[in-house]
């Protein structure tokens, strides 16, 4: 009996010990839907320190057009996001899964971009090469004065007077 009640006495505290320390919002945003959140978001916040200029002209605050994107209010991010932030295991998880997706979108921006400059060497390669001497027009439209014949033509010009 006395085995009984110490086994109980372990269970009960075992069960007690584990706190949450923040608990579960009524309305839970999947893990899944609350990564590809936070994948907007860091991209958000990538182009406002890279061209912060780029955000300046939209009227609206993008964030809230994010969680427009995803049906889901400030509030319930907020919650959603402090929920999951309690787990710091979990959380961590969720922002390594954010940084592949960065890094495979990286990567394909980069190859495209590389698509582009091979596209656009190719464009120049194939334009006619306009040479040094027809870029200057003037030096086409004005011949070649021998000063020698310049004096030539003063000396005849003092003969004739």
């Known amino acids: 009996m006395k085995n009984f009640i ?6 009960f505290l075992s069960v007690s010990c584990k706190k949450e320390l923040v608990k579960e919002p009524k309305k839970l945003i999947t893990r899944e839907k ?9 991209l958000l916040e990538a182009m406002k320190y890279q061209k912060p200029l780029s955000l300046d002209s939209v009227e609206t605050d993008p964030t809230k057009f994010i969680l427009k994107k995803y049906n889901v209010d400030s509030l319930q991010f907020a919650q959603n996001n402090m929920y999951y932030a309690s787990d710091y295991e979990s959380y961590k998880e969720m922002f390594d899964e954010v940084s592949k997706k960065i890094a495979v979108n990286e990567r394909a921006a980069d190859s495209l971009a590389k698509i582009d ?3 656009a060497a190719k464009a ?7 040479k040094a001497e027809s870029r200057d027009s003037v030096r086409r439209t004005i011949p070649k004065i021998n000063i020698d014949s310049i004096r030539m033509a003063q000396r005849k010009h003092r003969k004739d007077l």
């Open 124 to 130: 120049n390669k194939n334009k006619p090469q306009v």
């Open 117 to 119: 400059e091979k596209k």
């Open 6 to 11: 110490v086994i109980i006495v372990v269970l």
């Open 34 to 42: 609350m990564i590809d959140i936070m994948y907007d978001l860091s």
